[in-house]
């Protein structure tokens, strides 16, 4: 029984990774487009956010550019995906100001 536990592990992940590949090096709304750039800057933005801003700034950051506007949830998910991303490619989750429109494939992966 924990064979087949271990081999469905490893096939929902790596499932899960090779999915991940696939669409994250696709097209997506809004690439290539300044000032606001669509989906993955979003994403990336939030990602950029959690990891640089206090945690007490989250949702009350004043400027205009791809807000935190989902539950705490959803930012704790952006914090995680940021520390991860950051191993890979750290420029992609830079200081918000400085790594805006950052679309290099390593950070999306």
Known sequence: VQIISII???AVSSFAVVTRIFMSTNSYSGR??????GDYEAQRNWMSLTLHAPLSTWYTRSEDYWR???????????LMSGMIVRL??????GEPLAS???ED???MV
Request: charged share 20%; glycine share 10%; net charge neutral.
């Open 32 to 37: 290539d487009t300044p000032p606001r750039f």
């Open 68 to 78: 935190l506007d989902y539950p705490p949830g959803s930012a704790y998910q952006s």
């Open 105 to 107: 494939v390593r950070g």
């Open 88 to 93: 890979f490619h750290a420029e992609s989750v």
């Open 100 to 102: 805006r429109g950052v």
């Open 8 to 10: 469905s592990i490893i």
